[in-house]
């Protein structure tokens, strides 16, 4: 029964149509989820002091000494189901301009213990209500895989994203990340995560304009909360040449 509604969300959100945009987000997904029962909020922060000078879209943000961030509430409804909400998405754009950006809800749907297992994988949907300085589009949504293999304290994880804005398969947009880390104890962990964008199936984008960006992260799992921090470096036109990301999760 689980496995035939996430096939029905598959099509039906394969329906869409992808477009660039910034984003809130910047996280390669484990496939881990909140214990049943458990809440936890996470908030993600990301500022391009280095980035692209023109926006993506007419009346977009432009990214250099743009500050973008969410509020991600999240809530584990079984072993293999976690659902959550960004709100409010917002950015500071880099003459001070304080925006809302929309909000959105994400359902993961994960093999149980998935953190116990050499191999895993998992499936997440996002479906979102953009501002439209945000996106070009009211309506988007996210379909991400997630796979996932460990070698004692490393773990490779792949992340193929499709991104959708409601029209059409050929506008599908590729943006997959990977993560490779080394996990030096249960708390501590560093990685090397890599995200890049190729544009709409029909219309790859040529290497300038792709987006290809490589993070240096350090994690921390404890108390008093969780800390991811990363520093990125773009590689083509289309890339931003510098970003910092940190993510702050309380559970409870």
Not at 57 to 84: D, K, L, M, R
């Amino acid at each position: 029964m689980v496995w035939r509604n996430l096939a029905i969300v598959v099509v039906f959100v394969m329906l869409a149509r992808s477009a660039f945009a910034q984003t809130d987000e910047i996280q390669v997904y484990n496939g881990e989820i909140d214990e049943v029962g458990q809440a936890s909020l996470t908030l993600h922060n990301n500022y391009t002091p280095i980035g692209r000078k023109e926006a993506e879209f007419p009346g977009g943000i432009v990214p250099q000494g743009s500050y973008n961030g969410v509020a991600e509430w999240a809530y584990g409804v079984t072993e293999w189901f976690e659902a959550g909400l960004y709100l409010p998405l917002y950015s500071i754009t880099r003459e001070g301009r304080p925006l809302i950006n929309g909000g959105k809800i994400r359902l993961l749907f994960t093999e149980p213990h998935v953190a116990q297992r050499q191999f895993f994988y998992a499936i997440n949907f996002e479906f979102s209500y953009n501002a439209q300085h945000w996106e070009p589009t009211r309506y988007s949504s996210e379909i991400r895989p997630i796979i996932g293999v460990r070698f004692g304290p490393v773990d490779l994880i792949f992340n193929p994203i499709i991104d959708n804005s409601w029209n059409g398969v050929g506008s599908l947009d590729f943006a997959p990340a990977v993560r490779l880390d080394y996990n030096f104890s249960e708390a501590w962990a560093v990685a090397l995560e890599h995200y890049a964008d190729y544009g709409q199936f029909r219309d790859l984008a040529g290497l300038r304009d792709q987006q290809q960006m490589l993070f240096a992260v350090v994690d921390y799992s404890g108390e008093p909360v969780d800390v991811e921090a990363g520093i990125g470096h773009g590689f083509t036109a289309g890339s931003d040449g510098l970003v910092l990301k940190l993510m702050l999760t309380k559970s409870f």
